[in-house]
């Protein structure tokens, strides 16, 4: 395989709702998409979702990292075996910035792509020779508003998903009337977590807010605190309360040995976008599992099925993981202009794509109707 053309493209899909945390809201889902072509005009598909508050990275620094950085350095390449392909993005990944993670990522998941489509294989078989196993996925609650909350609750109950992230705020009364809401209409048996995206200042209103929401029975908390606030993160974590996820502090393999070193967390929360790629995902988990940390697979909002089945493959490799989000498809987006769609089903359950590669490329009707120009 040897790399002949780069290109990017921009998507920009509108949701289905809105999505709101403390450090964001989201209708309209901004993707950067890469596409590889082979000297034999095999093209391949990469995908990533940059948010400055997680990586540093926005839609503009990924394409100049990309443009001036990365590309100038694939192409050309060429790769007689994975081996070769695995060597070269292992020498990428230690000097790789935190803030080009998610340029990376997609870069990533083009190479991964076009390699595994070369040779007749899928992606999950280049890392493994093990078939796939269907993957139970959690649903997510994202929305302050009482009536989103009931409805939402509502939803997920009639589609039978077995787990439920809950996004919670700055005020612990409203936090009170989520969960009560939540808990009202998915009972005890609904696996519970909470994700408070950095809404709460300091590690002792967290231990507040915590003990006063412990009858909720949450199995987590994501991200309670700012995400450079380690210390905040080790006090709460040392408080045990409920399990502290990290998400915004956990992009980068420094991330990771300083929140071990720490003590500043007993979960990670793995979306590839902002953990660079599969590779470099894989090599979380592993650390993590080496120290005695459990790890999600999260998901930036507004994934493709790109993204899904990168994450879908990681789900695949890393059996151990918690709890696994993502997946979403039409459910949340307007349009998810790939063939076919990656989208959980009943119960939460996903499967990866039969085919080559990850198994999808862009329906060139609908891919057009939300490109943007890079």
């Known amino acids: 395989m040897q790399i002949k053309q780069a290109e990017i493209s921009i998507l920009a899909i509108p949701m289905n709702f809105e999505v709101q945390h403390a450090l964001a809201s989201r209708s309209l889902a901004r993707n ?4 590889l072509t082979d000297e034999n005009g095999l093209k391949a598909y990469g995908e990533c979702c940059p948010r400055e508050y997680v990586s540093g990275e926005s839609i503009d620094s990924v394409v100049s990292a990309l443009n001036e950085r990365w590309f100038p350095k694939v192409q050309g390449l060429k790769f007689t075996n994975f081996s ?3 060597a070269w993005i292992a020498s990428a990944l230690t000097t790789l910035p935190r803030n080009e993670h998610a340029a990376f990522c997609t870069l990533e998941l083009a190479l991964l792509d076009l390699y595994a489509r070369s040779t007749e294989q899928s992606v999950l078989q280049l890392f493994s020779a093990q078939p796939q196993q269907p993957q139970r996925y959690s649903a997510v609650i994202a929305s302050e508003k009482i009536e989103n909350v009931a ?6 109950k009639q589609f039978g998903v077995k787990a439920c992230k809950v996004k919670l705020v700055s005020d612990l009364q409203h936090n009170h009337k989520i969960l009560t809401t939540v808990r009202a209409a998915l009972g005890d048996s609904m696996s519970l977590r909470g994700d408070a995206n950095a809404a709460w200042q300091s590690a002792d209103e967290a231990e507040r807010q915590l003990s006063a929401l412990s009858k909720y029975q949450m199995e987590s908390i994501e991200q309670p605190l700012p995400a450079q606030d380690i210390n905040g993160l080790a006090q709460l974590t040392s408080a045990n309360i409920t399990p ?3 998400d915004e502090s956990i992009c980068s393999r420094a991330d990771a040995q300083t929140l071990i070193d720490e003590k500043a967390c007993h979960l990670f929360n793995l979306r590839i976008s902002k953990c660079g790629g599969i590779s470099n995902s894989l090599a979380l988990a592993k650390k993590a599992a080496d120290n005695g940390i459990d790890c999600q697979l999260g998901a930036q909002v ?3 099925s790109i993204l899904s089945s990168a994450g879908l493959v990681l789900a695949n490799l890393v059996p151990t993981l918690k709890w696994r989000e993502g997946c979403f498809g039409q459910l ?3 349009d998810d202009p790939m063939q076919p769609i990656v989208q959980l089903g009943a119960g939460g359950m996903a499967n990866l794509q039969a085919g080559t590669g990850f198994g999808i490329q862009p329906e060139v009707v609908r891919w057009k109707r939300y490109l943007e120009t890079a």
Not at 32 to 35: D, E, F, G
């Open 302 to 304: 507004g994934e493709t």
């Open 32 to 35: 950067v998409i890469v596409c």
């Open 244 to 246: 502290v996820m990290v």
């Open 332 to 334: 949340l987006l307007e």
């Open 84 to 86: 070769e392909l695995q």
């Open 151 to 156: 409805a939402s609750a509502a939803m997920i």
